[in-house]
Nanobody, 123 residues
Framework: QVQLVESGGGSVQAGGSLSVSCVPS????????MAWFRQAPGKEREFVAT???????HYAAFVKGRFTISRDNAKNAVYLQMNSLKPEDTAVYYC?????????????????WGQGTQVTVSS
């Protein structure tokens, strides 16, 4: 049963921007931290960014100010705005949720996941 549904993504040239969104399906995630992970072909899934219920954010080092995570608690939605995209950002981007923000910040895996959306950056 899918509980998080991603949308957006697509293809863009290097230097361009894309935005991905995520909303819950079948339940709410009130009080939960939300996060974005990504998985490139042949690589392990990696953390991108997370945001707590009260809007505290934490990013992976490789983001370096290029990505912004945000959320709308009224909609239980989470967003990832990606700017200055590079070919190495090409991956499937997954939305995730967990009751513990600190678990995600400390490298733990969230308990709930979406099915992912493809982001492709061409050089």
């Amino acid at each position: 049963q899918v509980q998080l549904v991603e949308s957006g993504g697509g293809s863009v040239q290097a230097g361009g921007s894309l935005s991905v969104s995520c909303v819950p399906s079948g339940r709410t995630f009130s009080g939960y931290a939300m996060a974005w992970f990504r998985q490139a072909p042949g690589k392990e899934r990696e953390f991108v960014a997370t945001i707590s219920w009260d809007y505290i954010t934490h990013y992976a080092a490789f983001v370096k100010g290029r990505f912004t995570i945000s959320r709308d608690n009224a909609k239980n939605a989470v967003y990832l705005q990606m700017n200055s995209l590079k070919p190495e950002d090409t991956a499937v981007y997954y939305c995730a949720a967990d009751i513990s923000f600190q678990t995600i910040v400390r490298g733990g895996l969230p308990g709930y996941w979406g099915q992912g959306t493809q982001v492709t950056v061409s050089s």
